[in-house]
């Protein structure tokens, strides 16, 4: 499956920005869909989980409540809504398929998107 992210860029704290994520290749509704991201100096790190329908999402603690997930079966695309945007939320962010919707562990990524938050 590929994966191609969309809608990073610069945006001043407390502003919102939408990430998409379009997928071909395999059933995309075959899987698991996430998002990551990777601050400069830090590991790559969870961010958020939709299950295969989109009736399921769970979301790391520092995100909750500010984020959502979202998933179009019919477009292929997964979403990331960023509220409430702080600048620590800084960094690249990858959308992937997931192991198991539970794992937290992506398989295959897409090539990321920056997201500057300026305070």
């Known amino acids: 499956v590929q994966l191609v992210e969309s809608g990073g860029g610069l945006v001043q704290a407390g502003g919102s920005l939408r990430l998409s994520c379009a997928a071909s290749?395999?059933?995309?509704?075959?899987?698991?869909m996430g998002w990551f991201r990777q601050a400069p100096g830090k590991d790559r790190e969870f961010v958020a989980a939709?299950?295969?329908?989109?009736?399921?999402?769970n979301y790391a603690d520092s995100v909750k409540g500010r984020f959502t997930i979202s998933r179009d079966n019919a477009k292929n695309t997964v979403y990331l809504q960023m509220n409430s945007l702080k600048p620590e939320d800084t960094a690249v962010y990858y959308c992937?398929?997931?192991?198991?919707?539970?794992?937290?562990?992506?398989?295959?990524w897409g090539q990321g998107t920056q997201v500057t938050v300026s305070s």
């Open positions: 939709v299950n295969r329908s989109g009736g399921s999402t």
């Open positions: 290749g395999r059933t995309f509704s075959g899987y698991a």
């Open positions: 992937a398929t997931m192991i198991t919707y539970g794992s937290r562990r992506g398989s295959y």
